[in-house]
Structure formats: structure tokens, C-alpha cells
């Protein structure tokens, strides 16, 4: 039961990281080139400059994984939390594409 919770964890990830990078391609491409006279950026650019911001943050990353840390809580329920964690960040992603396609319907 570990390893499986440990590979759902890893795909879900994955996954949402993925999809984080075609929701930020299509914010940014909507809202800061038209605002700024940029030019437009693809998925891998979108997925580099994703990355980037990521390595940045790692402070507050590590920060994150201490709080996990700091509870007393099984293995099953680490994977729990990260797997809920990961698709609160994956409904957080929709609802900002949902807004800003709105928005952006009316500019």
C-alpha cells in the first residue's frame, strides 16, 4: 500500500505540474503579452519559466515539508495530505483558467 500511494502521489504530481504549465501559458499569454506588448510563450517556455519561479521558492518548499515533519503522522497518512494537497493546487488551477478565460472573453 505504500509504494502504491507513493506512485499516485508521483503521477499526480506530475500531472499537475504539467497542467500548471499550460494554465500559466495561456494567463500569460492572454493578459501580461497583451498588457506589457510581449511576445507570446509556448508550453515548454511556460514550463521552463514554471521551473524557474520553482528553484526560487525552494526555501518556502522546504519550509512546507518541515510542516509535514513537525506532525506526528503515519506514511499513509503523509500521502493523504500530499495527494489532497496536490489536487487542491490542481481545483486552485482551474479556477484561475475559468477567470481569466472570462476576462479575457470581455477585453
Do not use: P
Not at 6 to 12: D, K, P, T
Amino acid at each position: 500500500m505504500k509504494g502504491l500511494m507513493s506512485f499516485i502521489s508521483l503521477v499526480l504530481g506530475i500531472g499537475v505540474g504539467l497542467y500548471k504549465a499550460m494554465v500559466f501559458m495561456f494567463l500569460f499569454n492572454w493578459f501580461v503579452v497583451t498588457t506589457f506588448n510581449l511576445s507570446i510563450i509556448g508550453y515548454w517556455m511556460s514550463f521552463a519559466l514554471i521551473i524557474t519561479v520553482g528553484v526560487l521558492r525552494i526555501k518556502g518548499i522546504h519550509r512546507s515539508l518541515l510542516h509535514y515533519e513537525s506532525k506526528k503522522m503515519n506514511d499513509e497518512e503523509k500521502h493523504t495530505m500530499e495527494i489532497a494537497n496536490t489536487l487542491g493546487v490542481f481545483v486552485g488551477l482551474n479556477v484561475a483558467l475559468f477567470i481569466g478565460w472570462l476576462i479575457q472573453l470581455n477585453m
